[in-house]
């Protein structure tokens, strides 16, 4: 065993000047730590290790010295205690130019500790699994872990702290340039990165505790973590990113394939989730094209591309640079169809090898696949960000059965009706309101969105209409409308049924103007604004 070191070979060391002669490596994830350790140990590193990673590095012919002889106290409790030590502690908190830390330590026989390389026990993973009880996640909340971290984080100046194993061929290699010396540079990068570890684990187990009975607990915290940078925001002069929620069952991107075009933006992510989270309300073949994050045209059919030739006729001008969700993989005679438009964005669940074919020939376009197979966690609540706070709500997934919906006039709708109204309320819920959706043939023929009045967003859905009449469609209403006047616009057009949520002090003489006309309107209880 080689023989510690009780102080710095110079009365004081400055920052910057610490050689690594000893590291304590305990980690959960041991991917790559033999070949850390190696290669430490052809440094002249002491390798100090605990249970599991002492045993997988002492399997693999590497010289290791117990945590208990370091310490003088052995692991005890299931491992529960085996770290938390002072002479562990002094040895990496120990500030190496301050001389009463340095006579603590002559005085106390306290060995330096020059790198910890730490990861913790899988608590995120954990707590994931379904049925798992909480005994379990209990026993996966690291405490040794984080305060190593913490302490060697803390003294960066004395100390390197790494938690990632993807960090580890780097640290050899400098230090291998080094003559066994890291960087302050490097050793503050490390540190800051070794924060963020622990901020993250701190929040995932809080998140656990403060959800298990309250939805809404007093402090929301959330980890996140970059997935990439954006070539700017909404406009040129904005800078973005775009991040993942830590711990989120999948999230926009996750296991999507970009199989040709440029890099995505800020504005094609917020398209292309109105547009995924739309679709996604479909189990038939669909197709949603959004424009400015609001659909303008929504179809089904019997193909792909039904679906998509349905859904661009709704409105052709507003769908040139949109992006495009189907539900479907592409093939050769939908993507011949789409090829000829200009797409910002096009997901799919896959593509034919022919169509990718055709999709290619256009440089710009974004082809990407959809490979996600899970389904968004239901009770995951909705986040919009407001200055210096959040508002949170529950997520708008209901889904509005036609038992629960009222048929409040004389006239019945007929079996076509109710299948293009239900179609027709499937989309409102994902209109900007105030939102009419006018929907004839299981496809959309008219979308008014984001208007100040009712009115106005009906009067914009006729006038969208590219069919030689309106005649015929049904129309959905996100709200409740508060004057006749809308309903009876959309009557002198022809539209022969409406669903609307109703509430309004004023039903009685919007569903009077619609017995008049001789229309079916129905009421779901339930409206879907989406501001």
């Not at 406009?235 to 296991?255: D, E, I, K, T």
């Not at 994050?293 to 409105?315: M, Q, S, W």
């Not at 469609?473 to 508060?482: G, H, K, R, T």
Request: charged share 25%; glycine share 8%; aromatic share 6%.
């Amino acid at each position: 065993m080689p023989e510690p070191v009780n102080a710095p070979p110079a009365p004081t060391t400055a920052p910057g000047e610490v050689r690594i002669r000893r590291a304590l490596l305990s980690v959960s994830d041991k991917r790559g730590v033999v070949d850390f350790a190696r290669g430490l140990v052809d440094l002249g590193v002491e390798i100090v290790s605990t249970g599991g990673t002492a045993k997988e590095l002492s399997a693999a012919g590497l010289s290791v010295r117990a945590i208990d002889d370091f310490t003088g106290f052995p692991e005890i409790m299931d491992g529960r205690v085996k770290t938390l030590h002072p002479r562990l502690y002094a040895g990496l908190l120990a500030v190496r130019d301050n001389a009463e830390h340095l006579a603590a330590t002559t005085d106390n026989d306290i060995e330096f500790v020059d790198l910890v390389c730490v990861n913790l026990y899988p608590f995120e993973r954990t707590a994931a699994r379904r049925g798992v009880a909480d005994a379990e996640v209990i026993e996966n909340i690291d405490i040794g872990g984080p305060t190593m971290i913490r302490a060697a984080a803390k003294n960066f100046a004395f100390a390197a702290v790494v938690v990632n194993p993807e960090s580890y061929d780097a640290v050899l290699q400098e230090l291998g340039e080094t003559d066994g010396r890291l960087s302050l540079a490097t050793r503050e990068a490390l540190a800051a990165e070794a924060f963020t570890t622990t901020a993250r684990y701190d929040t995932a187990i809080s998140r656990w505790f403060g959800e298990k009975h309250d939805d809404f607990p007093p402090q929301y915290v959330r980890a996140y973590e970059k997935v990439m940078d954006l070539t700017y925001g909404e406009n040129p002069h904005q800078r973005a990113a775009y991040y993942s929620q830590v711990g989120a069952r999948s999230h926009l991107l996750s296991m999507v394939k970009q199989h040709h075009g440029k890099q995505l933006g800020f504005n094609n992510l917020l398209d292309l989730e109105a547009a995924q989270t739309l679709v996604r309300e479909f189990e038939v073949p669909a197709c949603v094209i959004v424009k400015h994050n609001n659909p303008c045209g929504v179809a089904i059919g019997a193909t792909p591309l039904e679906a998509y030739t349905n859904a661009f006729e709704c409105d052709p001008l507003s769908a040139y640079g949109g992006v495009i969700a189907l539900n479907r993989p592409v093939d050769k005679a939908a993507a011949e169809a789409l090829h000829q438009q200009f797409i910002e964005v096009l997901m799919a669940p896959g593509y034919d090898e022919d169509a990718l074919t055709v999709l290619q020939q256009k440089q710009n376009i974004r082809i990407l696949e959809d490979g996600e197979g899970r389904v968004p966690v239901v009770g995951e609540p909705e986040i919009r960000q407001v200055t210096g706070g959040l508002l949170i709500q529950d997520r708008d997934s209901a889904q509005d059965p036609r038992e629960a919906m009222q048929v409040v006039t004389a006239k019945q709708p007929t079996d076509r009706e109710w299948e293009d109204l239900l179609f027709s309320w499937r989309v409102a819920k994902h209109v900007k309101s105030n939102a009419i959706v006018l929907v004839q043939g299981l496809k959309t023929v008219g979308i008014g969105a984001g208007q100040m009045s009712r009115v106005d967003s009906v009067r914009l859905a006729l006038e969208k209409c590219r069919l030689d009449s309106p005649a015929g469609s049904v129309l959905a209403s996100d709200a409740f409308f508060p004057f006749a006047d809308g309903p009876a616009l959309a009557i002198e057009a022809g539209i022969t049924a409406v669903i609307q949520p109703g509430g309004s002090i004023r039903d009685d003489e919007v569903v009077a103007a619609a017995d008049e006309a001789g229309i079916a309107m129905v009421m779901t209880g339930r409206r879907h604004f989406r501001h």
